[in-house]
């Protein structure tokens, strides 16, 4: 009876568990971020010491994450030794390692391409004693360059609400008292219904992605054609949104923050497409009026802009409005001064002004490398708030990077 009362305690925990878990797979969107998840909790659940994650992509399985903590600790160990690292087919402790871009083909012959195409639970004691008349193969490959020891696994498909296989979730080698074991026989069911939660939150995820990058290519075309007239228009948004995200991480701002940056400085000059075109494309001197008539452009790209509802927008509102104000108060349109400008506004100053230095423009050549550096270290405490000048200049290599990369 004490012993029928001790499965009800397990099997309750590990529904709890499988609901801790179904709850974190659900809040996250990054889908790198999830694999690592999914994978991670399931070794946690499983008391497997190492594990691999497939997706599948058309005909073919692609190995997306690997996790094995025997590996991490020897390297570790050795690190600590100052000896030499793992060889490069060893996996890391999170992603893919040596093994990026490596596929499986969806077929029988592999225990992973098994599962993908059966959509059938593997769950195999040692790995090196399969029968030689399965229809699937262990590949002692890896275990040989790593001097280590696949035992017990715990394969399990992924599959979507249309009982589609998405992906194949690979357990090896349970441990129990430091010593490994077979995969219980209820942990079956039970990752496999973690990995039906995962497969979910996986395509949410995916979804999640394909709308952003639908939303974001929006925003660069836009960005694109508030510039259409000049033939450098699409490099120029390229490196100003490149330039912003290396300042933004320059200066300490989280992940969440440097993509914003990213993916907001392109709007800056939004508000050109308010701005009549011959004054735009005079190549000469422009009259007081005529730079008065081009300065508007940041108050059209703020009233374009006004009242979005989503962050990136909004961000993009403030960048629009004050990427021309200056450190001292000279700027435009409001003279604001020192850390009355938004930080956005600052950042995306110094790299607006730095393309423009470098770049040829109807009414200028471009000026060389060393005259545009110079420019930008006279212009700290006055143009240029002096902090986003420095993480300019202390990330000089991946600023000269992008100039490089999309040089028109």
């Known amino acids: 009876m004490a012993k029928k009362c001790f499965r009800m305690g397990d099997l309750h925990d590990?529904?709890?568990?499988?609901?801790?878990?179904?709850?974190?797979?659900?809040?996250?969107?990054?889908?790198?971020?999830?694999?690592?998840?999914?994978?991670?909790?399931?070794?946690?659940?499983?008391?497997?010491?190492?594990?691999?994650?497939?997706?599948?992509?058309?005909?073919?399985?692609?190995?997306?994450?690997?996790?094995?903590?025997?590996?991490?600790?020897?390297?570790?160990?050795?690190?600590?030794?100052?000896?030499?690292?793992?060889?490069?087919?060893?996996?890391?402790?999170?992603?893919?390692?040596?093994?990026?871009?490596?596929?499986?083909?969806?077929?029988?012959?592999?225990?992973?391409?098994?599962?993908?195409?059966?959509?059938?639970?593997?769950?195999?004691?040692?790995?090196?004693?399969?029968?030689?008349?399965?229809?699937?193969h262990f590949n002692k490959s890896f275990d040989e360059k790593n001097n280590y020891r696949t035992k017990s696994m715990l394969i399990v498909p992924m599959k979507d609400s249309a009982d589609n296989v998405v992906g194949v979730l690979q357990l090896i080698n349970a441990r129990k008292n430091k010593t490994v074991v077979p995969f219980a026989k209820n942990f079956e069911n039970?990752?496999?219904?973690?990995?039906?939660?995962?497969?979910?939150?996986?395509?949410?995820?995916?979804?999640?992605?394909?709308?952003?990058?639908?939303?974001?290519?929006?925003?660069?075309?836009?960005?694109?054609?508030?510039?259409?007239?000049?033939?450098?228009?699409?490099?120029?948004?390229?490196?100003?949104?490149?330039?912003?995200?290396?300042?933004?991480?320059?200066?300490?701002?989280?992940?969440?923050?440097?993509?914003?940056?990213?993916?907001?400085?392109?709007?800056?000059?939004?508000?050109?497409?308010?701005?009549?075109?011959?004054?735009?494309?005079?190549?000469?001197?422009?009259?007081?009026?005529?730079?008065?008539?081009?300065?508007?452009?940041?108050l059209y790209g703020a009233k374009i802009l006004e009242n979005a509802k989503a962050d990136l927008l909004q961000a993009s509102e403030v960048i629009a409005l004050t990427h021309h104000e200056k450190w001292d108060g000279t700027g435009y349109p409001k003279n604001l001064k020192g850390e009355q400008i938004p930080l956005t506004g600052r950042i995306v100053a110094l790299a607006d002004v730095f393309d423009a230095l470098t770049s040829k423009r109807v009414y200028k050549p471009a000026f060389s490398l060393e005259q545009s550096l110079d420019i930008i270290k006279e212009g700290a405490g006055t143009h240029f708030d002096p902090k986003v000048v420095q993480s300019f200049m202390g990330n000089l290599d991946k600023i000269l990077a992008v100039k490089a990369q999309y040089s028109g």
């Not at 971020?33 to 497997?48: M, P, Q, V, Y």
């Not at 997306?64 to 100052?82: D, G």
């Not at 660069?220 to 228009?233: G, P």
């Open 14 to 136: 590990q529904l709890l568990a499988l609901n801790r878990i179904g709850i974190a797979l659900s809040r996250e969107r990054d889908i790198n971020d999830l694999l690592n998840l999914i994978l991670s909790e399931s070794r946690k659940f499983t008391g497997a010491e190492a594990g691999s994650l497939y997706v599948r992509e058309g005909s073919q399985l692609r190995f997306a994450v690997s996790q094995n903590e025997i590996l991490e600790r020897r390297q570790k160990a050795l690190q600590k030794k100052e000896a030499v690292a793992l060889p490069e087919t060893a996996p890391a402790g999170k992603g893919s390692g040596a093994f990026s871009g490596f596929y499986v083909s969806l077929n029988k012959s592999s225990l992973s391409g098994y599962v993908g195409v059966t959509g059938r639970v593997l769950n195999i004691a040692d790995a090196y004693k399969i029968p030689a008349a399965r229809e699937y």
């Open 190 to 298: 039970l990752v496999l219904s973690l990995a039906s939660q995962a497969a979910i939150a996986l395509r949410n995820a995916t979804l999640t992605q394909e709308l952003r990058e639908a939303y974001l290519d929006t925003i660069f075309r836009l960005s694109i054609a508030a510039e259409y007239k000049d033939t450098d228009t699409a490099a120029h948004i390229h490196r100003m949104s490149r330039y912003s995200a290396i300042l933004a991480e320059g200066l300490g701002l989280s992940t969440a923050e440097v993509e914003t940056m990213r993916y907001a400085s392109p709007m800056h000059d939004i508000g050109k497409l308010g701005v009549p075109d011959a004054i735009l494309m005079k190549p000469g001197k422009l009259t007081p009026q005529e730079f008065k008539e081009i300065q508007k452009h940041t």
